[in-house]
């Protein structure tokens, strides 16, 4: 059995933009995250919180980690999130990180997205 575990619509506030007025105020960021155990966490048979990822801490440890940072990229951002949660759950877990900014200030232009991927 694999498995796969999906947090979706992390909402948080930074400063994203490379235009002068997407820097003047932290904006809302979507972020969803996905995992994936090639034969599954262990939690599926111990029911405990240990054997798996507690994305509470998890996010927690990504909210301090972003604390006072400005990115100008999308790409930049997605990549900085990815390392912070690579780096905490191991090696054996496979991690993928979209993130989506809204409404961007480009015409016509709903929202942006970049994922960066184990797979």
């Given at each position: 059995?694999?498995?796969?575990?999906?947090?979706?619509?992390?909402?948080?506030?930074?400063?994203?933009?490379?235009?002068?007025?997407?820097?003047?105020?932290?904006?809302?960021?979507?972020?969803?995250?996905?995992?994936?155990?090639?034969?599954?966490?262990?939690?599926?048979?111990?029911?405990?919180?240990?054997d798996?990822?507690?994305?509470?801490?998890?996010?927690?440890?990504?909210?301090?980690?972003?604390?006072?940072?400005?990115?100008?990229?999308?790409?930049?951002?997605a990549?900085?999130?990815?390392?912070?949660?690579?780096?905490?759950?191991?090696?054996?877990?496979?991690?993928?990180?979209?993130?989506?900014?809204?409404?961007?200030?480009?015409?016509?232009?709903?929202?942006?997205?970049?994922?960066?991927?184990?797979?």
């Amino acid at each position: 059995m694999k498995g796969e575990l999906y947090i979706r619509g992390y909402k948080t506030r930074i400063i994203l933009g490379n235009a002068m007025c997407e820097q003047e105020e932290p904006r809302e960021i979507i972020m969803n995250i996905s995992f994936r155990w090639s034969s599954g966490p262990y939690a599926c048979q111990s029911d405990d919180l240990k054997d798996t990822i507690c994305y509470d801490s998890l996010l927690k440890t990504v909210k301090n980690a972003l604390d006072g940072h400005i990115f100008h990229l999308v790409e930049r951002f997605a990549q900085y999130v990815y390392d912070i949660i690579h780096a905490s759950v191991g090696k054996d877990v496979a991690v993928r990180v979209e993130v989506v900014k809204p409404h961007p200030p480009i015409e016509g232009v709903q929202e942006v997205s970049f994922v960066c991927s184990d797979w």
